[in-house]
């Protein structure tokens, strides 16, 4: 069982960043970052391809963060510029897709992180 760790949330003001970490116990192929605010479904924010090379956002959020990962280290990363209070929520980081797509459909991933949770300030 891959075991995922989220780490990097807090509470900023609108207009600031965070920078997300999700460490994997081992490389699990295409990785995402998912978000679920209080009283919603979740939401995938972004992916990324196994090496990197292709990545996918939710259009809420396309311009503003970077999902990167670095397999070396076996950890992805959400860099969060331009934070507004609707993207407050906890963030999951997921993976063991068994599909090479850059999907933000939650139901396609197996492995899930326990979750960090950001907070966003007007």
């Known amino acids: 069982q891959v075991q995922l760790e989220e780490s990097g949330g807090g509470s900023v003001q609108a207009g600031g960043s965070l920078r997300l970490s999700c460490a994997s116990s081992?490389?699990?192929?295409?990785m995402a970052w998912f978000r679920q605010a209080p009283g919603k479904g979740r939401e995938g924010v972004a992916a990324?391809?196994?090496?990197?090379?292709?990545?996918n956002y939710a259009d809420s959020v396309n311009g503003r963060f970077t999902i990167s990962r670095d397999s070396a280290k076996k950890t992805m990363y959400l860099q969060m510029n331009g934070l507004k209070p609707d993207d407050t929520a906890m963030y999951y980081c997921?993976?063991?897709?068994?599909?090479?797509?850059?999907?933000?459909?939650?139901?396609?991933?197996?492995?899930w992180g326990q979750g960090t949770q950001v907070t966003v300030s007007s």
């Open positions: 997921a993976s063991c897709s068994p599909f090479s797509q850059t999907s933000l459909a939650a139901d396609e991933y197996i492995c």
């Open positions: 081992s490389n699990t192929g295409t």
């Open positions: 990324i391809n196994p090496s990197g090379t292709t990545s």
